[in-house]
């Protein structure tokens, strides 16, 4: 409890491999998806809410993915990787926490375009909300391998004003770290 009587919140902003499965997420999916999700530069992913909601969206995620789908430059692709009939969406009430999707970016070239829209969507809604602040969650998997063999996962949890901050650094450690081939035994570096 803070001094008001709130809970206190801890900023968590941590990059780490990434122990996301696409394959065996992919796989789950139907055939027709399967084959578009694949070819995605950008992938929603389902989340786990603690063992009462595993595999669900949270409920900014048809707004996100609109905004990602209207923003993002032409050829760059966006989609869900859930099937329609298996979507489940869960709301947790809270007028300041802004919980994103799970995104994973295939495509190395797209992470700064994809930061600054995510920047921008929580910018917008806080506007849209008439808030002054809000609590950000976000969860972002770079596959940053060729091949596809390594990723990194980026989580943030912390305050709607240093969301940007967090971001721009994502972008310059992905940024930093495309060319270089001295970091690939440790995916962090």
């Not at 808030?131 to 980026?154: E, F, M, Q, Y």
């Not at 709607?160 to 035994?185: K, V």
């Amino acid at each position: 409890m803070n001094a008001e009587g709130g809970l206190e919140r801890r900023t968590r902003d941590e990059l780490v491999p990434s122990e996301f499965d696409f394959e065996q997420h992919v796989s789950t999916l139907s055939l027709g998806l399967q084959s578009s999700a694949r070819s995605a530069d950008v992938l929603l992913l389902p989340a786990t809410f603690g063992d009462e909601h595993p595999g669900g969206f949270p409920e900014l995620t048809p707004d996100v993915f609109g905004y990602l789908r209207e923003h993002l430059p032409e050829g760059v692709t966006v989609e869900a990787a859930v099937d329609e009939e298996d979507y489940a969406e869960y709301s947790f009430w809270s007028s300041i926490e802004i919980i994103l999707p799970v995104l994973l970016v295939a495509d190395l070239t797209t992470i700064d375009v994809v930061t600054s829209l995510l920047v921008a969507y929580v910018k917008n809604l806080l506007t849209r909300e008439r808030l002054k602040d809000g609590h950000v969650r976000s969860n972002i998997h770079v596959v940053v391998s060729p091949d596809g063999s390594i990723a990194l996962n980026h989580a943030y949890e912390g305050p709607a004003d240093t969301f940007e901050r967090a971001m721009a650094d994502l972008s310059r450690h992905i940024e930093n770290r495309q060319g270089t081939t001295e970091n690939r035994e440790d995916p962090c570096a």
